[in-house]
């Protein structure tokens, strides 16, 4: 079947990314507290967990910016801030009771690479104290260019960094100017062959379509240019644009964007000159060489999804840890409290920063399921689902099964073993994917276009 893409794009309603099930707007205000308690002291030594820890400073703001994020001139809220989160890594180490093995670190933000030495001294060795960190933990941070000094490269060899993801988003100067984000490609280059030869031996470029003024031809040239740099990993978001949500998008004119049908093009055109250079498509934005951990990943059917995106990582327990940073323990999700003041008050109060959060029920357990396996695999298995769920498996088969046959879009395919997406759909996965969302309907959220 040929889609009829003008009539999906048109049809298409705002949903989420699906980085979790239920999503950050369902988890309710004050539970956080005490699932983080709980389910911290009762984490098993060798675990492993993975942890997150979120710098939410940027010493420069970009108009496109849907990050928890906030501007700053000054260095000393940096350094009251890593004070603050150096108090939250001891108050988990004292709850978990016990020195917990990490198996993968990231940093994000925010621009973690705008800490200095000292700062990046002082956590390294918080998170050294407080958990287990061998030769075996993955370390990975976001880079912002500009902000990389030879003090910086220091930082992250003191770190022991072995992973970075570096923002990139569009190289075209008028698309740059029009985002506020200004950023050259030698620039760019340099800070590459830099972290490659402090160690970085694993690198990651973000890009972005649907931003202001961005044409066809530009984007063609932005991502000949990221393909040039080789790096192991391309990852092509969208961009969400939600001035209602964050004030500093009202600085890019809305005249400016691409239209839904231009985004669309961008996007195809885009992944095809990627996939074209050998990468694999992972998932509805990621892209990989095919001997790095997330393309054999997604071969096996091993891919995962959580708040950064998709992932290679087993591991099913995530700790986070700074001002808004989302837990994940497996059938509960927590989220420390945003803003930083707050943050930064409780931690010093001797207190873990926990504030909402949500235990998932089983139905939750299910749908998170199914809507992961549709979101990395393009396909749900019934025999998966029974395998994982049981007898409780059943009425949610038979809900699939109404849901994606005779699909007017032919976006989804129902056959005796599951649902699959057919590889012309898989960009609106997400919409697929938004059938099994409880909350959808009712949900007053304003989300992004899913496309
Ligand atoms: C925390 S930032 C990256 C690190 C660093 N601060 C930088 O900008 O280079 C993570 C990524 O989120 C993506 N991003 C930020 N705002 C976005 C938006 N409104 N829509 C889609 N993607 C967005 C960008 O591609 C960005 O590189
Ligand atoms: S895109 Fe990165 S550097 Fe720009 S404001 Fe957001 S987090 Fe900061």
Not at 18 to 45: N, V
Not at 86 to 97: D, T
Not at 348 to 365: E, F, K, N, W
Not at 385 to 413: Q, T, V
């Amino acid at each position: 079947m040929t889609l009829n893409i003008d009539a999906i794009l048109s049809n298409q309603r705002a949903i989420p990314r699906y980085t979790s099930y239920p999503t950050a707007p369902h988890f309710a205000d004050q539970a956080g507290l005490a699932i983080a308690h709980e389910r911290l002291a009762t984490l098993p030594e060798n675990g492993p967990v993975s942890l997150y820890l979120h710098v939410p400073y940027c010493d420069r703001l970009c108009w496109f910016c849907g990050c928890h994020t906030k501007h700053t001139l000054k260095y000393e809220p940096v350094q009251r801030y890593v004070e603050a989160l150096v108090a939250e890594i001891a108050l988990a180490r004292e709850r978990a009771g016990k020195r917990l093995r990490a198996g993968q670190v990231h940093f994000g933000g925010g621009s973690p690479s705008m800490l200095r030495l000292p700062e990046f001294d002082r956590l390294s060795t918080a998170l050294r104290t407080s958990f287990l960190i061998d030769e075996k933990t993955e370390i990975s941070v976001e880079i912002d260019p500009s902000d990389v000094t030879p003090e910086t490269l220091d930082g992250l060899r003191l770190l022991g960094v072995t992973r970075a993801s570096i923002g990139v988003q569009d190289f075209d100067e008028a698309v740059q100017k029009a985002i506020n984000r200004p950023q050259t490609y030698g620039q760019t280059r340099d800070v590459v062959a830099e972290l490659r030869s402090t160690g970085v031996d694993s690198l990651n470029i973000d890009a972005l379509y649907g931003l202001p003024l961005q044409t066809l031809e530009r984007l063609e040239t932005t991502i000949g240019k990221v393909l040039s740099l080789g790096p192991d990993r391309i990852a092509l978001f969208g961009y969400a644009h939600v001035p209602w949500l964050k004030k500093h998008q009202t600085m890019i004119r809305e005249q400016d964007l691409p239209g839904t049908r231009a985004r669309f093009d961008h996007a195809r055109r885009a992944a095809e000159l990627i996939s074209a250079a050998g990468y694999d498509r992972i998932g509805i934005d990621h892209f990989a060489k095919p001997d790095d951990g997330l393309a054999k990943a997604a071969r096996a059917g091993r891919l995962h999804r959580n708040f950064q995106g998709y992932t290679a990582d087993p591991c099913r327990t995530l700790v986070g840890l700074g001002a808004s940073s989302i837990s994940f323990y497996g059938n509960a999700y927590v989220q420390n409290i945003v803003p930083t003041s707050q943050y930064e008050t409780a931690v010093h109060a001797g207190t873990l920063p926990a504030m909402r959060g949500v235990r998932l029920t089983l139905d939750d357990q299910i749908r998170a399921f199914m809507i992961e396996r549709l979101m990395c695999d393009f396909a749900l298995s019934f025999s998966h689902i029974e395998r994982r769920f049981g007898s409780a498996a059943r009425s949610y088969i038979a809900e699939a099964r109404l849901a994606c046959a005779n699909d007017r879009f032919g976006l989804s395919e129902v056959t005796g073993h599951g649902v699959t997406i057919p590889d012309e759909a898989r960009p609106f996965a997400r919409i697929v994917a938004s059938r099994f969302d409880a909350y959808l309907s009712e949900s007053w959220v304003r989300y992004s276009k899913a496309v």
